[in-house]
């Protein structure tokens, strides 16, 4: 049996989409590690699944890392879905729409015509708290969908930072289990005016990614918490894409951020189950 799948990125960090309301995709951490291998299968850094039981229902989106463990959201990834569900009719014809993520309702909306430019609601689920892990390093620890951690690191020093190997090391710190998380290492611009550079170690993934929407989002969280950062902040990513945050408040008190950024599709085909 084939299945038809589209391949999409969201600031170079990409992902294969279907439309899985039949329920006929196979969902085992083997199957989705082996069409996402770069070398044997489709490649990608995760799977997306999106179903609608009806019109008028959020859209369900259930994500898999390139390991095959599910993950409760992803930041690009929901913005790649709501192209995608714009442009395969799932939305009717209408640019804005809801999604339901890990037991969360998030709001989308495409931003242009061709519904390559989209902007989605992401949910601080757990507080931001600064944790000084040794003498000299404070890392940033709360969640946006997903556990993250921020760390600031020198400009000079993040464009030679062995990624990996910090990321997977902070990633495995005892102060995260049992869960562990996503690492996120950024730097301070001099000038106000210029982007918040952002590099992440994505969790799952195991390794850098050249974007993570819920990493720009929890970027920008601590920014302003901490930093005093405005409310709309531009982040530059690894693959060279700039994600626009801006911070949502409920009450005066932090609700999460809204994400902007591009949602590009690749190419479609089938594959064999």
């Given at each position: 049996?084939n299945f038809?799948?589209?391949?999409m990125?969201?600031?170079?960090?990409?992902?294969?989409?279907?439309?899985?309301?039949?329920?006929?995709?196979?969902?085992?951490?083997?199957?989705?590690?082996?069409?996402?291998?770069r070398?044997r299968?489709?490649?990608?850094?995760?799977?997306?699944?999106?179903?609608?039981?009806?019109?008028?229902?959020?859209?369900?989106?259930?994500?898999?890392?390139?390991?095959g463990?599910?993950?409760?959201?992803?930041?690009?990834?929901?913005?790649?879905?709501?192209?995608?569900?714009?442009?395969?009719?799932?939305?009717?014809?209408?640019?804005q729409?809801?999604?339901?993520?890990?037991?969360?309702?998030?709001?989308?909306?495409?931003?242009?015509?061709?519904?390559?430019?989209?902007?989605?609601?992401?949910?601080?689920?757990?507080?931001?708290?600064?944790?000084?892990?040794?003498?000299?390093?404070?890392?940033?620890?709360?969640?946006?969908?997903?556990?993250?951690?921020v760390?600031?690191?020198?400009?000079?020093?993040?464009?030679?930072?062995?990624?990996?190997?910090?990321?997977?090391?902070?990633?495995?710190?005892?102060?995260?289990?049992?869960?562990?998380?996503?690492?996120?290492?950024?730097?301070?611009p001099?000038?106000?005016?210029?982007?918040?550079?952002?590099?992440?170690?994505?969790?799952?993934?195991?390794?850098?990614?050249?974007?993570?929407?819920?990493?720009?989002?929890?970027?920008?969280?601590?920014?302003?918490?901490?930093?005093?950062?405005?409310?709309?902040?531009?982040?530059?990513?690894?693959?060279?894409?700039?994600?626009?945050?801006?911070?949502?408040?409920?009450q005066?008190?932090?609700?999460?951020?809204?994400?902007?950024?591009?949602?590009?599709?690749?190419?479609?085909?089938?594959i064999?189950?």
């Amino acid at each position: 049996m084939n299945f038809s799948f589209t391949k999409m990125h969201g600031a170079g960090n990409d992902f294969i989409f279907a439309d899985d309301s039949a329920r006929l995709w196979n969902t085992d951490a083997e199957s989705i590690r082996k069409i996402c291998d770069r070398h044997r299968g489709i490649g990608a850094d995760g799977l997306i699944l999106l179903r609608r039981e009806k019109d008028g229902d959020p859209i369900r989106m259930n994500y898999y890392n390139r390991d095959g463990s599910p993950a409760s959201l992803c930041g690009n990834g929901l913005r790649c879905a709501a192209s995608f569900a714009f442009r395969n009719g799932l939305t009717g014809g209408k640019k804005q729409m809801s999604f339901l993520s890990g037991g969360n309702l998030l709001q989308a909306e495409i931003m242009d015509e061709n519904g390559e430019t989209a902007r989605v609601e992401i949910v601080c689920t757990e507080p931001f708290r600064a944790y000084e892990l040794s003498p000299g390093e404070t890392v940033y620890k709360g969640g946006a969908g997903v556990p993250h951690a921020v760390k600031i690191v020198p400009e000079w020093k993040l464009e030679h930072l062995d990624v990996d190997g910090e990321g997977r090391r902070l990633r495995l710190h005892e102060r995260f289990q049992p869960e562990g998380a996503n690492v996120n290492f950024i730097s301070l611009p001099v000038d106000p005016g210029m982007p918040v550079l952002i590099r992440t170690y994505e969790r799952g993934v195991e390794a850098e990614t050249l974007a993570c929407g819920t990493g720009c989002a929890s970027a920008g969280m601590v920014l302003h918490s901490f930093f005093g950062f405005p409310e709309k902040v531009s982040l530059l990513c690894r693959g060279g894409d700039r994600i626009g945050i801006e911070i949502s408040k409920e009450q005066g008190n932090l609700k999460g951020v809204f994400l902007t950024g591009p949602a590009k599709t690749v190419f479609t085909g089938e594959i064999q189950s």
